[in-house]
């Protein structure tokens, strides 16, 4: 699995989303690595780790990435904050803090989960990865950005990173929408024992920032923040505010 490491100070480890990889978070490196060293991990099947026969789930994927990265807090975007929620529930020793951006313990609509997305999108976009499928990241990506403020800068970044490091394949992407489909990791919530944050995007039409907030009230001494005119990638459009919001969590004493 490739990890990158950048910067200087107390680790950090970064989770890319779904379909992308750790590049796409360079604007937000480029303001924290002068106080953290950033481990930026590649999910199995995604960019430089499009070879790792590690499967993208979560108890594997979370063992690999412990086994690679320094005891350090880890922040997860979308899919990957998943990985970086099960990590900090199984393996709080290693993970000593948490971080979520835009991220959800369910990203499905349900009778108990009013603010997730409709199974029906899920299944659209598993049928357009087999019928066309560069149109469907190129509408995933649109997604992404859509509604945020300078969404149109937002898109063209996202355009740009989605194949820099090569495609990643067609089973991989849809064993990532089917963990984002099944995945339900509320039980965690109550009994989590390390400090977390939870970042979101008010235009996110996603991860609806109303199911963060649900998240957060369900974890113990959780902190909330909504960026009001951010979507689906603050990293992109609001760097500097999230990087203080960040910077300002990690700081304080545990």
């Given at each position: 699995m490739y990890v990158e490491v950048v910067g200087r100070g107390p680790p950090l480890v970064?989770?890319?989303?779904?379909?992308?990889?750790?590049g796409v978070f360079a604007p937000l490196?480029?303001?924290?690595?002068?106080?953290?060293?950033?481990?930026?991990?590649?999910l199995p099947?995604?960019?430089?780790?499009?070879?790792?026969?590690?499967?993208?789930?979560?108890?594997?994927?979370?063992?690999?990435?412990?086994?690679?990265?320094?005891?350090?807090?880890?922040?997860?975007?979308?899919?990957?904050?998943?990985?970086?929620?099960h990590a900090a529930s199984t393996l709080p020793q290693r993970v000593p803090a948490l971080a979520l951006l835009c991220a959800s313990p369910r990203f499905v609509r349900g009778a108990d989960w009013r603010y997730g997305v409709?199974?029906?999108?899920?299944?659209?976009?598993?049928a357009g990865l087999r019928a066309d499928y560069r149109a469907t990241l190129e509408r995933f990506v649109a997604l992404e950005a859509f509604g945020a403020e300078h969404a149109r800068e937002a898109i063209r970044a996202l355009r740009e990173?989605?194949?820099?490091?090569?495609?990643?394949?067609?089973?991989?992407?849809?064993?990532?929408?089917?963990?984002?489909q099944t995945a339900d990791l509320r039980p965690a919530l109550p009994q989590l024992r390390v400090p977390s944050l939870w970042l979101a995007g008010r235009r996110d039409r996603l991860v609806?920032?109303?199911?963060?907030?649900?998240?957060?009230?369900?974890?113990p001494g959780a902190a909330w923040h909504v960026f009001e005119h951010a979507g689906h990638a603050p990293f992109l459009t609001h760097a500097?505010?999230?990087?203080?919001r960040l910077a300002a969590f990690l700081d304080t004493p545990a």
């Amino acid at each position: 699995m490739y990890v990158e490491v950048v910067g200087r100070g107390p680790p950090l480890v970064l989770l890319h989303g779904w379909a992308m990889h750790g590049g796409v978070f360079a604007p937000l490196l480029a303001r924290l690595r002068a106080r953290h060293t950033v481990h930026v991990v590649d999910l199995p099947g995604h960019g430089r780790s499009r070879d790792c026969a590690v499967p993208l789930q979560l108890q594997p994927c979370v063992a690999a990435i412990a086994a690679t990265v320094p005891v350090a807090p880890w922040c997860g975007w979308s899919l990957g904050g998943l990985f970086a929620l099960h990590a900090a529930s199984t393996l709080p020793q290693r993970v000593p803090a948490l971080a979520l951006l835009c991220a959800s313990p369910r990203f499905v609509r349900g009778a108990d989960w009013r603010y997730g997305v409709s199974a029906e999108i899920f299944g659209d976009f598993a049928a357009g990865l087999r019928a066309d499928y560069r149109a469907t990241l190129e509408r995933f990506v649109a997604l992404e950005a859509f509604g945020a403020e300078h969404a149109r800068e937002a898109i063209r970044a996202l355009r740009e990173e989605l194949f820099a490091q090569g495609a990643p394949s067609a089973a991989v992407l849809a064993d990532g929408l089917a963990l984002l489909q099944t995945a339900d990791l509320r039980p965690a919530l109550p009994q989590l024992r390390v400090p977390s944050l939870w970042l979101a995007g008010r235009r996110d039409r996603l991860v609806d920032a109303r199911a963060m907030a649900a998240a957060a009230a369900l974890t113990p001494g959780a902190a909330w923040h909504v960026f009001e005119h951010a979507g689906h990638a603050p990293f992109l459009t609001h760097a500097d505010a999230l990087a203080a919001r960040l910077a300002a969590f990690l700081d304080t004493p545990a």
